[in-house]
């Protein structure tokens, strides 16, 4: 059987490649993908740990990720709806021109 | 032979995940990026499936790849400009060098971390039951109120969206 280090292992791999995905891309629409492959690899934590728990029957791994998936979604609508918003005042998606607050 | 078919869906699924991932982050065509993103979360959604969480597979699917995929699609395509090259996709080379090493050297802790941890037992306990009834008891019994407070989530960002899609004046774009 596979062990649950294998999946924290794929679980990390996931937010790493998020991370870069926020860190080097020029993209706010990239950046939310990145966002989105990080908060999956939590969720693929959170299965894991239950799966591989020590009390199955309580369910919590399961319903955490439910309400987590819920909130991700609510999440990616508001941050494209802003995504959408900042596009039609700048005509740009590139993060470094929202600078209008910088100090 | 139970043991090897889950060991060939692991490495098939952890194969196509990455790899889509990969493709998500590193291809320079947003387009491109929004569709490996949709199949990097079927993977996701197959993981689930293999530890035993079917319902929150099927979820991950329908969510995901249906609603939170296609809506990031939706935005790359009304956000492209035919004059944005692509140059500006990512950020100069140093920068990008920069970005991957802090997301490698957070990879390389967390492996150090996941390999060195002794709370990680090594023994597989029984396939866990986690029914859609289980689930579904459990929501309205003891998770009623985060249940709750969902619904006023999603009814604040449905709110929200609408908002946001109206021009500034307060009338629908047409």
């Known amino acids: ?103 | 032979m139970i043991t090897d078919a889950a060991f060939i869906a692991f490495a098939v699924l952890g194969i196509v995940t990455l790899g889509a991932t990969l493709g998500a982050v590193a291809m320079r065509d947003p387009v491109h990026c929004g569709l490996a993103l949709a199949l990097a979360f079927c993977g996701v959604g197959g993981f689930y499936i293999l530890l035993g969480a079917e319902f929150l597979g099927f979820i991950q699917l329908l969510v995901y790849v249906g609603a939170v995929a296609v809506l990031i699609m939706f935005v790359i395509l009304l956000t492209r400009r035919p004059d944005s090259g692509q140059d500006t996709n990512s950020r100069g080379f140093w920068s990008a060098l920069a970005g991957s090493g802090v997301a490698l050297g957070v990879f390389a802790v967390l492996a150090v971390a996941i390999s060195r941890s002794p709370s990680i037992q090594t023994a597989t306990p029984a396939d866990p039951e986690a029914s859609i009834a289980a689930i579904g008891r459990m929501l309205v019994s003891s998770h009623l109120l985060p249940l709750k407070m969902i619904g006023v989530l999603l009814t604040v960002a449905l709110i929200g969206g609408v908002l946001g899609a109206m021009q500034e004046g307060g009338k629908l774009e047409r």
């Open chain 1, 1 to 103: 059987m596979i062990t649950l280090e294998s999946f924290l292992l794929v679980s990390a791999l996931l937010f790493a490649l998020g991370l870069a995905a926020v860190l080097t891309r020029r993209n706010a629409i990239m950046i939310l993908i990145g966002i989105e492959l990080m908060l999956s690899a939590a969720n693929l934590n959170f299965v894991a740990f239950w799966r591989f728990g020590a009390n199955p029957e309580a369910l919590t791994g399961v319903l955490f990720v439910l309400f987590s998936i819920a909130v991700a979604a609510a999440e990616a609508a508001v941050g494209l709806a802003l995504i959408i918003m900042i596009y039609r005042h700048y005509r740009s998606i590139n993060p470094l021109k929202f600078n209008v607050l910088n100090g």
